[in-house]
């Protein structure tokens, strides 16, 4: 497809068990970023790549979330030991990396942790 | 530092009536660029507008027009006759600053159209 994907769509996981949420950007797009949606809340910034380079980590949580790119493309965000304040909507976007361009977003991954 | 600030939460509005979203933003630098996103029910956000800080000119779409002006660090979003599809939330953004693309959103402005 043309656009954005996540996977999975959706995630259902124990308190304290580990999580992997993948992001296939638009091809093309150098930059990658990763949101967090917190039910009715506005985008929360957890992290962004440029490449497979992350120059703004500002916004990760908690030494429990991190997130790797490779091949420029492919992108996944891992949370270790989730608690149940991680539940959520992961929302990825790319863009083509300046700062003058639109993101798009994937659907989402919307997480439970139970 | 950028900030963006949508005062509005929800705005409810009967079906053909116009009504405006406001987006007030701040930053200390002179070249940036102002986005509106809309996302609706379906949760995925989807890009309206781009403007950057040195066109002023205002932008109409159909029924869809923005207002930018600098003297108030305002770029408000007027939807003319509004419809039910027009229900969503909808997020101002502010990319500015720094060596690479980072972008502040508002918290949203929840739409409801009301048949």
């Known amino acids: 497809g043309a656009g954005v994907s996540q996977s999975p769509s959706n995630k259902v996981t124990e308190k304290g068990k580990d999580v992997e949420l993948r992001c296939d950007p638009i091809?093309?797009?150098?930059?990658l970023y990763w949101y967090r949606q917190s039910l009715g809340q506005g985008l929360e910034f957890l992290i962004y790549?440029?490449?497979?380079?992350?120059?703004?980590k500002s916004g990760l949580p908690s030494d429990r979330f991190s997130a790797e790119r490779t091949g420029g493309s492919v992108s996944t965000l891992t949370i270790q030991r989730t608690q149940q304040e991680d539940s959520a909507v992961y929302l990825c976007a790319s863009s083509l990396g300046r700062r003058s361009y639109e993101q798009y977003f994937g659907p989402g991954t919307r997480l439970t942790v139970t | 530092a950028q900030k963006v600030t949508q005062a509005q939460t929800e705005i409810s509005v009967v079906e053909k009536e116009d009504v405006t979203l406001d987006c007030v933003y701040e930053?200390?630098?002179?070249?940036?660029?102002l986005f509106w996103y809309k996302q609706p029910p379906s949760g995925e956000l989807v890009f309206l507008i781009r403007r950057n800080s040195f066109d002023e000119q205002n932008e109409i779409s159909g029924r869809y027009s923005w207002n930018f002006q600098k003297s108030t660090s305002s770029f408000n979003f007027t939807i003319t006759a509004s419809q039910v599809v027009d229900s969503a939330v909808y997020f101002c953004?502010?990319?500015?600053?720094?060596?690479?693309?980072?972008?502040?959103f508002g918290t949203g402005t929840k739409l409801q159209v009301i048949p």
């Open positions: 953004a502010l990319s500015a600053g720094g060596g690479y693309q980072k972008v502040t």
């Open positions: 091809s093309g797009h150098t930059a």
């Open positions: 790549f440029q490449g497979n380079s992350a120059p703004d």
């Open positions: 930053t200390r630098d002179t070249t940036y660029y």
